[in-house]
């Protein structure tokens, strides 16, 4: 077995990579469809905003067996490091995770991380490997969809009256694509907002989010295909950021992917957030008609937020659970 780091500018690898997804992912995470070519080579390629993407490949007899994408913060949680590893169906039980894993923790060292953090799915074969090599159990969180073949728009609409109600006094703004420099400080406070929900791992810290940090976010997003709609609900008497959500729909197929959903501490209990996504599935559902599914993870311990969106049509499909792995 040979492992080695990826060379970005390896057309060749980067065509193995999604080959290897794309017969991964229906055995992995069977109600999410596989990514593009393009989609892989953004991913592979570009790190995030506020991170530095690693990368190790695992060869047998000189066919890609496997992998591990390594994602380490730079702006925050500088300990740690998010890491997926994924082996072919058709050559597990071979030792390729475990020699994966065993690099990347050597990759880590070297790189000052001490925790590596990942995510199983809870009735798959992730969950048995993790314990294996000695992660220990985190956050569980619910893979939650809405079918819009399915979707009663009656009660979408009542929904969205009572909120409207309720709501009285904040305004809605909406954003398609990457967000205007004149809401970028709104959008980042927003996403500070995200750091009181329930977190993947207990070594996790705060995230901070900038202005730059949320263009870098719509850029990468962007080059991924991806199409963003953004609501964001101001307070009509201060003009002040009150709630935020974001989806981002593929460029082919049918699915669309909650990206984040958050409400100001001083707003919540005034039905904000049922305002915001209720008026976001309208505006969807009239822009990209061709959207059927929208998937979003709930932690299973966001009692609120998984009342919302059950209350919006979402049904539970798959349970994953966050795992941690000291390094």
């Given at each position: 077995?040979?492992?080695?780091?990826?060379?970005?500018?390896?057309?060749?690898?980067?065509?193995?990579?999604?080959?290897?997804?794309?017969?991964?992912?229906?055995?992995?995470?069977?109600?999410?469809?596989?990514?593009?070519?393009?989609?892989?080579?953004?991913?592979?390629?570009?790190?995030?905003?506020?991170?530095?993407?690693?990368?190790?490949?695992?060869?047998?007899?000189?066919?890609?067996?496997?992998?591990?994408?390594?994602?380490?913060?730079?702006?925050?949680?500088?300990?740690?490091?998010?890491?997926?590893?994924?082996?072919?169906?058709?050559?597990?039980?071979?030792?390729?995770?475990?020699?994966?894993?065993?690099?990347?923790?050597?990759?880590?060292?070297?790189?000052?991380?001490?925790?590596?953090?990942?995510?199983?799915?809870?009735?798959?074969?992730?969950?048995?490997?993790?314990?294996?090599?000695?992660?220990?159990?985190?956050?569980?969180?619910?893979?939650?969809?809405?079918?819009?073949?399915?979707?009663?728009?009656?009660?979408?609409?009542?929904?969205?009256?009572?909120?409207?109600?309720?709501a009285a006094g904040y305004e809605l703004v909406r954003i398609t694509?990457?967000?205007?420099?004149?809401?970028?400080?709104?959008?980042?406070?927003?996403?500070?907002?995200?750091?009181?929900?329930?977190?993947?791992?207990?070594?996790?810290?705060?995230?901070?989010?900038?202005?730059?940090?949320?263009?870098?976010?719509?850029?990468?997003?962007?080059?991924?295909?991806?199409?963003?709609?953004?609501?964001?609900?101001?307070?009509?008497?201060?003009?002040?950021?009150?709630?935020?959500?974001?989806?981002?729909?593929?460029?082919?197929?049918?699915?669309?992917?909650?990206?984040?959903?958050?409400?100001?501490?001083?707003?919540?209990?005034?039905?904000?957030?049922?305002?915001?996504?209720?008026?976001?599935?309208?505006?969807?559902?009239?822009?990209?008609?061709?959207?059927?599914?929208?998937?979003?993870?709930?932690?299973?311990?966001?009692?609120?937020?998984?009342?919302?969106?059950?209350?919006?049509?979402?049904?539970?499909?798959?349970?994953?659970?966050?795992?941690?792995?000291?390094?």
């Open positions: 077995m040979q492992i080695t780091p990826l060379d970005p500018a390896d057309e060749h690898a980067l065509l193995a990579l999604h080959e290897l997804d794309s017969a991964a992912y229906p055995v992995d995470r069977p109600h999410v469809p596989p990514p593009t070519l393009a989609e892989t080579t953004i991913e592979w390629t570009r790190a995030h905003p506020g991170s530095v993407l690693l990368s190790l490949l695992a060869r047998l007899d000189g066919r890609l067996a496997g992998y591990a994408w390594l994602n380490l913060p730079v702006a925050d949680n500088t300990a740690n490091a998010l890491v997926d590893i994924v082996t072919h169906p058709d050559l597990r039980r071979r030792g390729v995770g475990r020699a994966l894993t065993a690099a990347t923790m050597q990759t880590l060292r070297a790189h000052g991380r001490t925790v590596a953090i990942g995510s199983v799915r809870s009735d798959g074969p992730g969950v048995p490997f993790a314990a294996a090599v000695g992660a220990r159990e985190q956050l569980s969180r619910l893979r939650n969809v809405l079918y819009l073949d399915t979707l009663d728009t009656g009660a979408l609409d009542g929904l969205l009256a009572e909120a409207t109600t309720r694509g990457p967000v205007p420099a004149d809401h970028l400080d709104a959008v980042a406070a927003m996403y500070e907002v995200m750091n009181d929900a329930p977190l993947e791992s207990a070594a996790l810290e705060d995230e901070k989010w900038t202005p730059d940090r949320v263009a870098g976010l719509d850029d990468w997003l962007a080059a991924r295909g991806d199409q963003v709609y953004t609501v964001l609900a101001t307070c009509g008497d201060t003009g002040q950021p009150a709630g935020m959500t974001r989806i981002a729909v593929r460029a082919t197929g049918d699915l669309a992917v909650q990206l984040d959903t958050a409400v100001a501490a001083a707003h919540r209990g005034h039905r904000v957030g049922i305002l915001m996504k209720a008026s976001m599935l309208r505006w969807l559902m009239a822009a990209e008609p061709q959207v059927r599914r929208i998937t979003t993870f709930n932690a299973v311990s966001n009692a609120h937020m998984i009342a919302v969106n059950d209350a919006l049509g979402f049904v539970p499909v798959e349970r994953w659970t966050s795992v941690e792995l000291a390094v």
